[in-house]
């Protein structure tokens, strides 16, 4: 059966530039595993997805005019329904057949054919596989209802369609075209109140001719490119403006270069069907305002690109990217300059009025904004984080640490009600930063105010110094004991207070930087500053939240390669210092290496499982009461392994002390073998289980090496 290149293309109003790329793909994917599973197209034909401020397209290789006929096995019913004693179909058998298009004339063709512990009459026909026309029609429909469309729009058929202005039709922007042609036919289907065609239109401006009449599926991208002045692909378009923002900033010289910025690259993208890239320039006098500012200003709200020189610093000229290319580009660049320049005075503007007033002058006016209706105002917050930073700092500093970070807590909000933070809340923290450096404060304290929100994401910086390290854990932990307090919690994918982003920034600071608290003390001590706040639960501020820090921490662990059954050896002992947790990972990873790990991990699990049925059981061994060879090699060999494993343990050396206690395995096995623990006479029993008591407490210091048992 023939095949040809097929294309599909809906050509609609300006799409929404942040989720353009997103939609490109689906249309595009949807449309190719609709086609696929129909049988229209083959598994590996090549798929080219399109997506340009106004078009959706996808072309696809080897798609077929018609599938291909199938063999269809249809179950009818068991046969001692379908047929009589004599072997005449039933009147029911016979309905069934009706309901297929068949008669009585089909019995004696029926299978026979076990279905389960029955057996059942099959019904087997061939069905006519789909005409391209039609598997199209239902691939497009399924493509367009898929789509990940942020907002949908209703809105009236225009003039033209067969009635205008009487169906309301529901898309993320309207159409006014669709394509489909497969090879140089038109395949007559419709799809939001449109018919298909061949004719498209190119730039709004630029196209040499309009509409764009596609000769066949093959040649839409050159068509579009040469004729309509459209770059179509996005990936090409996106590589295209690359190049000219390099070629560009060399252009401008002095070894400057386009900031860094793969977001506002693809939204770019998305807001031009022809790039072309111009340099501007604004004033140096702005350059006196912190850059954070000015670069802010020229993406958000511009989507333009701050050139930087060699030592990261931004320059006066910046890069636009622009929808048209005239002769003269000067109106073009002139425009554009007009433009920023209100932006970036606005910026010094809020820079010098906020700098008229010190940081500390602003921590009274947090108190008229409310963080939590439960929890009080950013002012009441901001004591609590204080008293948190200063207990963190007397425990892993000195005064002065705790100085400096009860000062940088004190401040830290305080940028909040600032008026370049009011305008741009990105710039939290920064801001705050620049006017404490301002007021004169020591730069440890400017620092932790900036840092103090860090880590924000995966893979983000820690703070840069002690100070910053105490405000932010002291923040991170606030929000987390406050939030699971008052029942906040995390459901499902809904996390609208980053909870599940804090606990791994706390376990960020907590394991990298090896800090010397225990957590359960470190929530007990934040659980505590939120006592007289109604309906404040300490339990689920302590005891749940651990659980749930601990859950992240088991996540982040197995997404870094260690297993599940290493991962809850670890953990299940609940440890508190978890800066020490990825060397007890490396000692359990070692540990399950050797020869001797398999029959000790048994053994220890047969243990834990028969002192959890002797809960008379105690520690106490007495050397009178062993009697068996065997109980006595086992007590003999803990006298002398035992001490060294611990005395590992105490040092640090966790890999050690497991080898260490792994020469306990042929006395355990030989223990099992020779010894009935459960004894009749009640002291040999209680002494026996006392033995087990003193070895399962050695063996899981480390870890709970029961959970690595298989």
Known sequence: MSSASLLVELFVEELPPKALKKLGDAFAGGLRDQLVAQGLAEPGAVLTAYASPRRLAAHLTHVAERAADKAVSQKLMPVAVGLDASGQPTPALLKRLGALGADASAVPGLKRAMDGKAEALFYESTAKGATLAEGLQKALAEAIAKLPIPKVMTYQLEEGSELPGWTSVSFVRPAHGLVALHGDTVVPIEALGLKAGRDTHGHRFEAAVDPVV?????????????????????????????????????????????????????????????????????????????????????????????????????????????????????????????????????????????????????????????????????????????????????????????????QAAQLAKADLVTDMVGEFPELQGTMGRYYALHDGLDASVADAIEDHYKPRFAGDELPRNNVGLVVALADKLETLVGMFGIGNLPTGDRDPFALRRHALGVLRMLIEKDLALGLDALLQDAAAQFDGIAGFDSGKATVELQDFILDRLAGSLREQGASAQEVDAVLAPRPQRLGEVPKLLAAVRAFAALPAAAALAAANKRIGNILKKAPEADAHVSELLLQEPAEKALHAAMAQVVPAANAQFEAGDYTASLQTLAALREPVDAFFDGVMVNADQADLRLNRLGLLMSLHAAMNRVAQLERLAV
Request: charged share 25%; net charge neutral.
């Open 214 to 406: 596609l000769r066949d599926a093959s040649s839409y991208a050159l068509q579009l490119q040469e004729e309509g002045a459209v770059i179509a692909s996005f990936e090409a378009r996106r590589a295209e403006i690359a190049r000219q923002l390099a070629a560009a900033a060399v252009k401008v010289g002095g070894g400057v270069v386009p900031i860094n910025d793969d977001a506002l690259l693809d939204e770019v993208t998305a807001l031009v069907e022809r790039p072309n890239v111009l340099v501007c320039s604004f004033e140096r006098e702005f350059l006196e305002v912190p850059q954070e500012c000015l670069i802010l200003t020229m993406k958000a709200n511009q989507k333009y690109f701050p050139l930087l020189d060699a030592s990261n610093k931004l320059t006066h000229k910046f890069l636009v990217v622009s929808n048209i290319s005239p002769d003269d580009a000067s109106a073009v660049t002139g425009g554009n300059e007009r433009v920023v320049r209100p932006r970036l005075a606005d910026a010094k503007f809020f820079f010098d009025q906020d700098r008229k007033k010190s940081l500390a002058s602003r921590v009274e006016s947090l108190g008229k904004v409310v963080y939590h209706n439960k929890l009080g105002t950013q002012g009441e917050r901001v004591e609590r984080v204080m008293r948190i930073a200063r207990g963190i700092a007397e425990k892993i500093g000195d005064a002065t640490l705790a100085a400096h970070a009860t």
